[in-house]
């Protein structure tokens, strides 16, 4: 997966990635067009089907909801990178089939707007903008196929 960045910072919380307002409607279409409001009011008239969304630390953390990632997948990001995750969002992320890294250092070089690329069978995230290349460990074939089948469950 190729796209380009959008940077945030420390501990946003799910009430940022999709505010507790419109949680009256819950399908993705409409989660997705409020994703990242109260924090980045033109995120959804810039992020593009692929783009990357990357974050420092404890992305993801306050509720439990599975609406924060849904609100991002349907966004159009392709994964979210970020030095580390909040676990209850991490294991909703992978359920619903979002793909998500944890990589400190391609989080903190990351700048908005950078182009990067992903490898999640290779756990290789490449920034081309800067030249730089990181390693991860890929994930389990098992997680891969959740991811690749679009989440957990069957839709």
């Not at 409001?37 to 420092?56: Q, R, S, T």
């Not at 793909?99 to 182009?115: F, N, Q, S, V």
Request: with cysteine; net charge negative.
């Amino acid at each position: 997966m190729k796209g380009f960045v959008h940077k945030y910072k420390d501990n946003v919380n799910t009430d940022e990635i999709i505010p507790a307002r419109y949680l009256n409607d819950s399908s993705p279409e409409a989660l997705a067009s409020h994703c990242m409001e109260d924090i980045d009011k033109a995120f959804v008239n810039k992020v593009k089907l692929g783009d990357i969304m990357v974050a420092e630390k404890n992305f993801g953390c306050g509720s439990s909801r599975e609406h924060a990632p849904i609100a991002i997948k349907a966004s159009g990001v392709s994964c979210v990178i970020a030095c580390d995750f909040a676990r209850i969002f991490f294991r909703n992320a992978i359920n619903i089939g979002l793909p998500i890294l944890e990589c400190e250092a391609a989080a903190t070089d990351a700048e908005a707007g950078d182009e990067m690329e992903v490898d999640l069978a290779s756990g290789i995230i490449k920034n081309l903008t800067k030249g730089k290349e990181y390693s991860v460990p890929p994930f389990p074939p098992e997680i891969r196929a959740i991811i690749a089948r679009g989440g957990l469950l069957k839709k």
